[in-house]
């Protein structure tokens, strides 16, 4: 189901999240971001203005998704409610086990994250990083 949907979000990723975001969105190219940035700072350095610039880099960033901000997000985004649902289903059920001594411990339910290799992860991110993209344009 993940890769379905993954599938679907990806179609339409691009017309709900900002030009500031261009990881894993058709047609942008993620090196796009570090390009406007050199021609920001050379502008204000021609013109003498002053600037202020700040590059955000999430430690651990797939872990530390909080699953009740992203729907929260998505719901202010106007995501359907089925659609909703069916991320949190796909997020929400996830288990994990450890290696100890190389044999599994029993599978235990995690709280928040977003899983390394699924394909919806990126997407996910991309929509969490856009609330806070949606903060930092208020001010």
Do not use: H
Not at 8 to 23: F, K, P, T, W
Not at 49 to 64: G, H, P, T
Not at 104 to 132: H, I, N, V, W, Y
């Amino acid at each position: 189901m993940a890769k379905v949907l993954a599938n679907r979000l990806r179609l339409v990723i691009g017309s709900v999240i900002s030009e500031a975001q261009s990881a894993f969105v058709k047609d942008r190219q993620i090196l796009d971001g570090i390009l406007v940035a050199n021609e920001v700072v050379d502008e204000a350095r021609r013109s003498k203005k002053e600037l202020m610039l700040f590059k955000v880099d999430f430690e651990k960033a797939y872990d530390s998704v909080d699953w009740g901000y992203l729907d929260d997000v998505m719901g202010r985004m106007s995501f359907p409610t089925l659609w909703r649902k069916w991320i949190r289903e796909c997020v929400c059920t996830a288990t994990a086990s450890v290696l100890v001594n190389g044999s599994p411990t029993d599978e235990f339910p995690l709280r928040r994250g977003l899983r390394q290799g699924d394909p919806l992860s990126p997407f996910l991110f991309l929509l969490a990083a856009e609330g806070l993209n949606v903060l930092m344009e208020a001010m």
